[in-house]
């Protein structure tokens, strides 16, 4: 087991009327970045929680490194987190809000203005946390799940209420520092943003583990139904052509051609015997948010 | 735990809570103690020109059990009675101001939703809860020994113009004093637990406000009532079992209600209603789910 890995197994919890999380497992490397996707109630702040040792599991383990969260000697020191809910007294400053995380960790005052800088907050440090937009208040998220500098970071829906320059900023830190070798676990429903940032994923609804691992090999697995999109000035030539290879042929609406059933370089093959001249030939694999749909199909609804 | 408490304390100077309290509770403790100033005026001046002293212990002697004394045994009453009112003064508000800060050393943490981040940094629930619990009982030690300073410079001024000693020598002075010390820590505690019941700031805070207040006033008609209608003495005696009769009871000289018991048993309550509430605060901090 590597020294940052995560592993949750058999996680359940079971409120009144739900079951937030049914009998989950999943893995978590080190070095990547893992994006925790789901539909809206499906589970993923609650795992986190559970994770974080916030909330009691019904039943089930999640550990870090193979240890519980509530038994890290130095949490802070060990993972770093952002949650949904992560606040700070209204009145109090931001530099303020990071230095009593601090003194609780034994974390030198100074750590606070590191952070603060590395966020680029430096400037908002003495303003009262009432005044800081929602971009600013996950800044500050951020720069207090840094303060320990930890080698795992668990972090619930941090892009939210980030401008695009934002996101592109929180992009980057995480790629970087996953490159470090951290573990980073972070859960979003930005598809398209988890699809330019998440190495692995892990995809859940209604509690339970519909998918997981390396992204590509998820996408590509869900790509059967995949379609190459063709363009040509000659299109019935080429549509009898590959009807000869068993390929079927549909229009769309931009006057282009969709293939499906052959892959994209027997496409041209077959346009090239045909002698037909081509102005487009794409292959069209599935994104994350068809195959996210495509996965979570009927399991969105609300519980 | 000394770096939780810290950090707890680093809590409550980083906002303005703890001077807005502090300038009320100072304000009125100055209104107390002028209070208790005119009162103890107006009753040595009687006693001293050969008045009796009241109120007169429920066997109508002193509380030695000796023969009704004179006039010079009378006045020492007084002025014991004068000074422990006078160098307690304020208490009434002091101990609704630390149950308050105590209670929002606790709920700040949900109204802000800064529990999370809280027990992130601190996973072991009861070292959290443990260091509220001391730190709440700190605060209540500052707000004691400022109320204290007050009080204490009004008295002494009081009893040098008037002609007599301070009074601190007298044991049963000193003791209300310090038991007003113990109180206002007590209370703290009770205020913690209270807002590990109450999670919501608002509710937690008229809650303990409002039992303070407006309940000690329904219990005291209450017990009197059920005492009057049965002829039996003893239930006026469980009327200490009410946190604020039994910090009021464990500070006074004599005896606060017609039947009231000894100061000890006043604190012994008073102590119980802590433990009780710190041991429930705990265990419900420990297994409560953070959302």
Redesign the interface.
Known sequence: MTEGQIVVEGLTKQYKQLRAVDDLSFTVEGGRVTGFLGPNGAGKTTTL?ML?????PTAGTATIGGHR??D?SD??RT?G?I?E?????????GR?HL???C????LPARRADEVLELVGLTPAAKRKFKGYSLGMRQRLGIA?ALLGNPRVLVLDEPANGLDPEGIRWMRDLLRGLAAQGRTILVSSHLLSEMEQLADDVVIIASGQLVVQGPLDQVLTSMSSGAQVRVRTPEPAKLAAALAELGASVSPSSDGAMLVAGVEAPAVGAAALRAGVELHELVAEKADLEDVFLQLTQGRAAIR | MIRLVHAELLKIRTTKTWWIFGICLFVFTALAATFWLFLANDTINSVASGGSFLPPTSDGGPPDGGPPAGGSHELDRALVFAAANIYTAGQYFGLLFVMVLGTLLVTNEYYHQTATATFLTTPRRTSVIGAKLITAMIAAAVFWLSTTAVSLTAGAIFFSAKGYDTQLGEWPVTRALLLNGLAYALWGVLGVGLGVLIRNQIGAVITGAASYIIGTQIVQGIVFAIGLVLHEDWIFKTLVAWPAVASNVMVSTEQVYPGSPAWWVGALVLVGHAVLFGTVGTAIMRRRDIA
């Open positions: 929680r974080l040792n916030l909330v009691t969260y509530a890290l949490p802070l993972v987190a949650l809910a992560s606040s700070a007294h209204r009145a109090r400053t303020n230095r009593v995380i003194e609780v960790a034994g207090a």
